[in-house]
């Protein structure tokens, strides 16, 4: 009658998910190459184990570039989502500020980094800062718009509730509207944390001396004697991308434990 | 947001609109950030470009919105299987939405070239890029929007002895519209971005690829040209939504 | 005593545009930014050999080496001010030009080209006339130009027979035939294909060089104000850099080395590095080329590479030969060897 639906993290399953991927991948990739005789099967699908191989050999280098990558991520991401989680209070609290300015965050999203980036080199003459205000740029856009959803989504008897409290300006923000906001903080985060590692990747090939996005461009160009090592960085920025993911999850339950989906329930 | 009627709302990004315009034409932000013209060009020679090339940007536009709306609407799709199942089947299907989110964080310089190699330098590689691109975010927000239902509502299904079809559809899935929503804007500016980044590796049309070329040979009035199809592309699509929001889901309070 | 440059962008107080001290021996060293035109490579070997064996150093540079990537655009990026001078090809320089750039080349690294157009012997593409309508790949931006010159010149339709398709920096599209001809460098892609198992008696090679028409490469540029204001420090970087390619030319193997210490690691081979060199070498100082002149500009090809540059499109003026490139910074540099 209930789905039992108890969301615990069941370890097993994940486990019995990854394998069943392995699994089908190994299966894929030697169809591929001795059933179907794909063209250059090796580029296209490699074997696991070739390229687990290669990422042991090389973890001094995947780890320095992927940490690298990481604190460049995570800049931009901390950034990012300061500036949109403030533009999202401040277009709560000004409907007049939201309306001005809503069609051009949307535009801001239109604007590939590409095009910014003489525009902010130009401006700001240091790589470094230029590349982690890029990062910022790409993640400040989910943290706002989710935020700004949670903000509008209080409801009207909560606030009728603390209004006749007669609270102060900021009882109000800290005691409703922020953690109202945090659920919808959070998803916003969770959507901008891959986005922080794609754009600091992204911003790797404008020229950054290391990270995980320059020894990916590198081994590409270098072709097939370095594609598993393409595969490898590959591999390395999604374990980058899952670990800021699974810090962020584990932060939400940490700050709202309250909400649903973490505790017992039935149906 | 009211489009087309000239009314408060609309007066103010309107009117700082204009603001930005005259200060960019006149070349007042060039002299505040001290920027040349080779580096952020004024309007009136991106119009010219525009002119210039208006067959060209029209063409390479279809090409690459058609790239953005069909991986958009794969993305979003897969990614409402992924969150229903996961709601369903949730032991099974958690792992899935991990997967799915990691998925996401594969770089678009990665992928990029993965799909380049399975489906060469057509449309394909672009469709997969935002395909992936989309799933996740439209997973994890259908799936908080379908999940976070408050206890009591699903006792009060129970007790009017609702069916499982019933509590999914009249409970669920209208708790989930508003984060549905959420998601299809978010993957609207993904599908769009994407599209374009992923013609910058290996394309030969499209609005993505005229872009990278022109910007890298500083022609800059033609690139921010593609920027402004690109961007009017996405607002379109941005008004689309809401609308459609609109129609879905009037009673929400962020509506109001 | 820092001098202050002509252009408004150099008198930032941000630390890294180019304000230049010239520099007296016991003065502290002139810091100068070097914007190569891709990843670390032996392509640049000489940069990195003179600024390991100290001739930056010598004169006066404390020079840093920054490297470049896919989306790095070395014209803008020292036009901006992020980078002193540049490292890159003349077809890119003067079409950056004829945008509003105001850049000039001062050193010319690559003498001929090392471009060429690779096909497969069993794709039966073994002459110019067999390439109508297939897919010709090219890396796009200025690159193509030279190719529709070459095509021409041999006998192709620029508007009905030739089919440029953009290829990226891998020879994956190569590989998975989704091209029928290839564009390759001598010291780069034409290896990684020989390095995939493809052996050379597979493959039909034409080097764009032999048409007469190719467009200059390689070649040192900075912005003309930047020149006119610190001439004497133009002179030193340039005098150096020879000096760096003339090191790499006469010790091969410790140049690698140096290569080797400054690559991606993991990403390429020792192997790899040394072909490179040699091949890049061969271009640097092209046989018969006297090696004392290595880095001349040559007026004839400049030209050459302008008049293509009009004639196909890549530029919309015709270039002003008298600012795009200052032949007298490395004749200069030559004169106090």
Redesign the interface.
Known sequence: ???S???T??AG??F???LG?ILLWELAAWAMQNLFHVN?AK??LPYLHDVLYTMLTNIPVLLDSGTKTFGNALTGLLLGSLIGAALAFAMNRA??LE??????L??S????I??LA??VF??IHDAQYSRIIMAAYVTF??VA??TL?GL?????EHLELMFSYAPSRWQLFSKLQFTASL?DLF?GL??A??LA??SA??VE?MGAPDGI?VI??TS?YYGTASAYM?WS??FT??G???L??SIISLLERLVTPW???F?K??? | ?RLLRLNK??M??LS??ILVFILWQTKVIHAL????????PIPSAIWSSILENHKTLGEFAKYTGTEAILGFLIGSLLGMLVAVSA??V???A???L??V??????????LA??M???F??GMGSRIGVVAVLTM??MA??AY?GL?????SY??L??ASAAT?GQ?FIKLRVMHAL??IF?AL??NM?TS??GS??GE?????KGI??L???Q??????PL??A??VY??A???LL?YVIELLERLFIPW???R? | MVSACGS??AQ?SSSTAGTATVAATTSPLAKLKIQLKWVPQAQFAGYYVAKEKGFYKDEGIDATIIPGGP?V?M??QV??GAADIGITGID?LL??ID???PLESIAQISQTSSNLLISKKSSGIDSFAKMKGKKIGSW???QQFQILAFLEKEGLNPKQDISI????F?M??FF?N?LDVASATTYNEYHVVLESGIKPEDLNVFRVEDGGLAMLEDAIFAKRDWVKNHRDLAVKVVRATLKGWKYAMDHQDEAVDIVMNNVQKGSTTREHQVTMLKEFLKLVKPDGFPADKIGTIPEDKFKTTADIALKYG?IKKPTDLTTAYDKTIVEDAMKSQ
Not at chain 1, 99 to 104: L, Q, V
Not at chain 1, 109 to 112: H, K, L
């Open positions: 009658m209930t789905t639906s108890k969301p993290f069941s399953a994940v019995g998910w990854v991927l250059s580029l296209k409907k007049s309306s001005t300015i809503a069609p051009y949307i535009f999203q239109m604007v590939p590409i095009g003489p525009i130009g401006i856009f989910p718009i989710n959803k509008k989504s209080i409801r009207k659920p998803i969770k959507l944390a891959p590692i794609t990747i992204v090939l996005g990916m461009v590409l393409f960085t590959v920025s999604i980058i991308g899952v800021l993911f909400q649903p989906e505790r329930k039935g149906g | 947001m709302s609309n103010l990004p700082m609109g950030l001290r920027l040349e013209v080779y580096q952020l709601v369903y949730p032991k099974m958690k792992g899935g991990t997967v989110a990691a998925l996401n964080a594969v770089p678009i310089v990665a070239p993965i380049n190699n399975w060469g330098d996740a975010t994890i927000n908080k999940s976070s239902i408050d206890p699903l006792e299904m129970h499982k509590t508003p984060h959420t804007k978010i500016a769009i971005s374009i980044v910058f590796f290996i394309s030969s993505g690829y872009l990278s070329d910007i890298k040979l500083s022609n800059m690139s921010w593609c920027i690109a961007a592309g996405g607002i941005y929400h309070v962020s109001h | 408004p962008k930032e989306d655009i014209e803008q036009s901006n890119s079409v950056n945008n509003g750039l796009m931006g200025s398709v953009k290829q990226g891998t994956d599209q998975n989704q890549l």
